[in-house]
């Protein structure tokens, strides 16, 4: 079955830092959604990406779908304390019919005043 | 949000024991999708409904049933609670297109002595 694996599991970054996390599909993607929970929280929505190659940005958050379509990646910029959560990344498989969303495992930040 | 709540939030019960989670959204979604979280693991589907009386399985489907007899309220039956079933459970709507982002409930915290 389609496995989605996101790295790195944990980062702690220094107020201000950049920060990024992968997530690699095992098989191509239709899309891959992006969600943010906060500590005690539910998972959020972020980002829908369609398209192979695709790139959006929110303010200091920066997406990007890879030309393969199995692949992806959030990036932050100069990283700020309301940054702290898990982001997830999920992804919706391509061979037709309904197909389940797949989350990766997470990456869990921690921002350093 | 999307008008999700989760009934209990917090539940402590004994190794087999039936347990019931409720579901329930005020949005006429289409979709609903019941997850657990655990460390390590992020997100994983245990079933899934694409309408009244439609359910499939997801990864995780073992030891667990649902049910959905309206719209609006999605039921999660663990028939005989185990120690491995301790977690946290999330209930998840998209709107009519499966394409759509998913809305998560506050989750439920669940726990098996």
């Known amino acids: 079955g389609q496995q989605v694996m996101q790295i790195p599991q944990y980062q702690h970054v220094q107020e201000g830092e950049d920060f990024t996390t992968y997530c690699n599909s095992s098989?191509?993607?239709?899309?891959i959604q992006w969600y943010k929970q906060r500590p005690g929280g539910h998972p959020v929505f972020l980002i829908q990406?369609?398209?192979?190659?695709e790139v959006k940005k929110q303010k200091r958050l920066t997406f990007q779908f890879g030309e393969a379509k199995k692949n992806s990646s959030l990036h932050i910029t100069a990283t700020q304390t309301t940054d702290v959560g898990t982001y997830f990344c999920?992804?919706?498989?391509?061979?037709?019919?309904?197909?389940?969303?797949?989350f990766g495992t997470g990456t869990k930040l921690q921002v350093i005043p | 949000d999307a008008g999700i709540t989760q009934s209990p939030r917090h539940k402590v019960t004994e190794t087999g024991t039936p347990v019931t989670l409720r579901c329930h959204q005020t949005?006429?979604?289409?979709?609903m999708y019941w997850y657990r979280q655990d460390p390590g693991h992020g997100l994983r589907l245990i079933h899934y409904?694409?309408?009244?009386?439609?359910?499939d399985k997801g990864e995780v489907s073992d030891g667990y049933s649902v049910s959905r007899s309206k719209t609006e309220d999605f039921l999660l039956t663990l028939e005989s609670a185990t120690s491995s079933q301790t977690s946290v459970y999330f209930c998840?709507?998209?709107?009519?297109?499966?394409?759509?982002?998913?809305?998560f409930g506050p989750g439920t915290r669940l726990t098996v002595l």
């Open positions: 949005e006429n979604h289409r979709y």
């Open positions: 990406l369609v398209k192979s190659g």
């Open positions: 999920a992804g919706r498989g391509d061979s037709g019919g309904y197909q389940k969303v797949t």
């Open positions: 409904s694409y309408g009244v009386k439609d359910t």
């Open positions: 998840a709507t998209t709107p009519r297109d499966q394409y759509n982002e998913q809305f």
């Open positions: 098989t191509t993607l239709s899309n």
